[in-house]
């Protein structure tokens, strides 16, 4: 009996792996396809936030941070931003 399942390991090994390839796949489809983050147009600019930091301040966070928050900033392009078009998102709450 032993002998026959050991040669369906290698199918149940392959067939496990395929299944989680394609929830994985499934995952990231779904996050890829999330609406992009759209600011109120009264929000205010990262220039007047910061009004006293005339030469800007990055908002790459150098501490932990979750996912959800740097899920935010790739949705709002924040590493490509330069200041002072820096969108507040961009920054930590």
Known sequence: MTDKLNRF?????SAA???LLAV??????ATS???RTVLPADAP???QVFADAPDGVDPVVTG???TAFKQRQDAA???T???????????PD
């Open 9 to 13: 390991w290698p199918l149940i090994a």
């Open 17 to 19: 792996f395929a299944v």
């Open 24 to 29: 994985n796949a499934a995952q990231s489809a």
């Open 33 to 35: 396809n999330e609406a």
């Open 45 to 47: 600019s990262a220039q």
């Open 64 to 66: 932990p941070v979750s």
């Open 77 to 79: 392009n924040c590493d």
């Open 81 to 91: 931003a330069v200041w002072p078009n820096i969108p507040m998102i961009c920054y």
